[in-house]
């Protein structure tokens, strides 16, 4: 080997070991960045070439640059990403809704419906008295305006969860959170592709690209291939039907509707290749949960609320009319025709005369029909229904506040586990950095080395 040969090997040693230093500083610089795996060089002997016969080395190269990365962790993210945000959110919203049943820390509808027939039992005692007369209607009113109250909170919990779907998917004001990320992936893949055709390494992009997929599951639930040409594409699962959501640079868009029957939004899909857009009800991420609140779990808590509303009404007004007033007519509608929760009002026709507390025409003093009111309560159980809905919204909160914690539990699990593998150690990648500036001076110490030894051969010519 000559000495200019050997002057090679510490010139490519000092270029290799250059690369090698600033992927380490790059990894350094991202030691906080979101979703970035740390890199290593991988490094291999330079082809040898013979001289006299003899096999000989000409240094070293780099044989790839490789980020740590864990397929089956990342499919286990994904995964575990669309359950949790599902969990999560279902979690937030019962939350939300927990306090419009909180009858320990306030006078709710619950105690109304008590306090309304308690009225009625005292009117027995007194069934001509102008004071419990007037107390029947005024528990009357605050029992119509609990159940108005529950209905209206009831009703902008469903509002405020449909309204939330809007920047998540886009209308035609703003392009939407989904469609953001769907996009971002797409133009990542087409860089992926341009960039590994003409340089070899993307690691970067790859990285940016599988967080914005982790993202993307939240959402809705989703799959993805990689293809060999770097790209990867990306389908969700939703009715039964496959959709495209990223084909190598394509994209689609998710839409939303106000859906003229019911006054809420639809989500409208328009996936990649499909010839036309697809109305889509996911059942995953935080879009089916958000959902799931929307059209299942908040109506039939409110469902419950309107069938007692208008069985108390029903029932009431049924036994007014068996009954008679101070004036021996029959009794009239204590409350307005109610369909609903949101609709029930005493009657506004109704007066202290006009309570029909007897059960025998023109006489007065007669309790039986108010008897038989306050008897309602127990005879039709509404005090033990309401109880059941409220024990039953407890439950619900606490089985999702305990599913939430367990979903952060794994999700901590697995972040743990991927930060182990292809987070960036800050004590690894400065002992790494020293173990390559110490062969960037040894090379550069056999470039100086050869230098002077070619001095001196050239003098020995002189």
Known sequence: MSLSSTLEIGTSGL??????????????????????SRQRV?????????????????????QTVERYYDALLQKQLVNASTTSSYDSTKSQVLQQVEPVFNEVAQNGLGDAITSFFNAWQDLTLNPSGTAERQAVLSQGKILADQFNYTSTTLQNSITQQDQSLVPLVGDANNKGTINSILTN??????????????????????????????????YTGVNYTENADGTTDVTTDIGGTTYALVTGNQAATFSSTVNAGTGLHDITLQAVGAGSAATVYPT???????????DTIIPGYLKQVDSLATGIASAV???QAAGFDLTGTAGIAFFSPATSA???AVNAAMTTTTIAASGTVGVNGDNSNALKIAQLNTTNGYSNTYDALVAQVGVDVQAAKTTS???????????????????????????????????????????????????TVINMVK
Do not use: C, H, W
């Open 15 to 36: 270029k290799i070991y250059q690369v090698a230093s600033e992927v380490v500083s790059e990894n350094i610089a991202n030691v906080n960045t979101p979703g970035y």
């Open 42 to 62: 991988l490094l291999e002997s330079a082809p040898p070439t013979t001289a006299n016969g003899f096999p000989l080395g000409t240094g070293v190269r780099i």
């Open 185 to 218: 992936i797409a133009q990542l893949n087409g860089q992926i592709k341009y960039t590994e055709q003409v340089y070899g390494n993307a690691n970067e992009m790859r990285d940016q690209r599988d967080y914005l997929i982790r993202q993307l599951s939240g």
């Open 284 to 294: 995953t991420g935080q879009l089916g949960s958000i959902l799931t609140m929307r």
């Open 317 to 319: 007004n049924t036994q």
């Open 342 to 344: 949101a609709t029930i």
């Open 405 to 455: 914690s367990q979903d952060d539990a794994f999700m901590k699990q697995l972040t743990t586990l991927r930060d182990s593998n292809s987070g960036v150690s800050l004590d690894e990648e400065l002992t790494t950095l020293i173990q390559y500036q110490k062969s960037y001076q040894a090379s550069a110490k056999l470039i100086t080395t050869t230098s002077d030894m070619m001095d």
